[in-house]
Nanobody, 129 residues
Framework: VQVLESGGDLVQPGGTLRLSCTLSGGDFDDYALAWFRQVPGKEREGVSGISWSSTIYTVDSMKGRFTTARTGQNTISLEMNSLKSEDTGVYYC?????????????????????????WGQGTQVTVSS
């Protein structure tokens, strides 16, 4: 399976940006998909994700400005609003097989990057005036 993200760009503070991720070589019903980011000087952190049943989970610190949605059979998006300079970084899409998770616990993926089976290559988001 592979994941490919796109949509990274330069955006002004306060702006909005949408990233896209496509899962290929696998079935959406078999995976949880999630967005992570790595900003300068910090470890990679979970942002928001969606399960094989389209349940959405967003990390508390990201709620209100970031959200994930399913946009197609094997595609998801990350909608980012009210962007700040500290949101600058590389954003990754990732996939994890559903068989790894206890029932109802797939959200652990957003807090444990070690559960990821496949990472995308990342897309750069720069928030600057």
């Amino acid at each position: 399976v592979q994941v490919l993200e796109s949509g990274g760009d330069l955006v002004q503070p306060g702006g909005t940006l949408r990233l896209s991720c496509t899962l290929s070589g696998g079935d959406f019903d078999d995976y949880a998909l999630a967005w992570f980011r790595q900003v300068p000087g910090k470890e990679r952190e979970g942002v928001s994700g969606i399960s094989w049943s389209s349940t959405i989970y967003t990390v508390d610190s990201m709620k209100g400005r970031f959200t994930t949605a399913r946009t197609g059979q094997n595609t998801i998006s990350l909608e980012m609003n009210s962007l700040k300079s500290e949101d600058t970084g590389v954003y990754y899409c990732a996939a994890a097989r559903r068989t790894k998770f206890r029932p109802g616990q797939w959200w652990e993926l957003l807090h444990r990057p070690s559960l990821v089976d496949q990472w995308g290559q990342g897309t750069q988001v720069t928030v600057s005036s």
